[in-house]
């Protein structure tokens, strides 16, 4: 059985991507803040982590090929959203469970964060109401990208309101370290994060429109 990467864990970006992905997790239905949320968490049960190396993904890019796959449905009902069985076919069993109460009503967030590879390490997380996907988010820690500078040219270039899709903003600054998707009432809310030398940069997009972006050096 492979160990745990201790160093993965000790990492700043790990916690800023967690907190990132639990946020966005903990806030799906409410968009017009994006990654806020007024709702308090009535209960929360976590099983304990599950350490079983997955066998179902082989490589980061089958990994992101999954991903891609799960469908995110309504955040009322999970409508159109892929099941937890489609999921669990596709990704294995999950790592860890955790049952969350959102304003009365039960969420289920299912996590998956050890795989074969050392680098770059991956936590993937599904949320489901009615057993069927209303938000998923995907993290990558990857040593090898923090050190690169980011194309602040391109970045500036990005107009508020203009279209991209998700693989526009691939081919313009490569894979992001860590997406959130998820579907309100207002649409569908896609957000983009990447840890760089030069700083984290942060694109949301609401129905392939750019909504914000946000450089942040801190």
């Not at 993965?8 to 803040?33: E, M």
């Not at 996590?111 to 988010?137: A, I």
């Not at 990447?194 to 942040?216: A, C, M, P, T, V």
Request: hydrophobic content about 30%.
């Amino acid at each position: 059985m492979r160990k745990w990467n201790k160093k993965f864990y000790r990492d700043k970006y790990f916690w800023i991507g967690l907190l990132c992905i639990t946020l966005a997790v903990v806030s799906y239905t409410y968009f017009k803040q994006p990654f806020h949320s007024t709702t308090s968490t009535k209960d929360i049960e976590s099983s304990e982590l599950d350490e079983q190396v997955n066998e179902k993904i082989g490589s980061v890019s089958e990994l992101r090929e999954a991903f891609e796959a799960i469908q995110v449905g309504k955040e009322e009902t999970g409508e159109g959203g892929s099941t937890r069985k489609q999921v669990n076919s596709s990704l294995g069993s999950p790592n860890m469970k955790m049952e969350d109460y959102l304003e009365g009503e039960k969420v289920l967030t299912y996590t998956w964060q050890n795989f074969s590879w050392e680098s770059p390490m991956p936590m993937l997380s599904v949320s489901y109401k009615n057993d069927k996907v209303v938000n998923k988010n995907l993290y990558f820690s990857n040593e090898k990208m923090k050190d690169q500078m980011f194309n602040q040219a391109d970045f500036d270039a990005l107009q508020l309101m203009d279209t991209y899709t998700r693989e526009d903003l691939v081919e313009i600054f490569g894979y992001p370290d860590m997406e959130s998707v998820a579907q309100s009432e207002m649409g569908v809310y896609e957000y983009y994060n990447w840890f760089r030398s030069n700083g984290i940069y942060s694109i949301n997009l609401q129905d392939d429109q750019l909504k914000e972006k946000r450089h942040n050096t801190d």
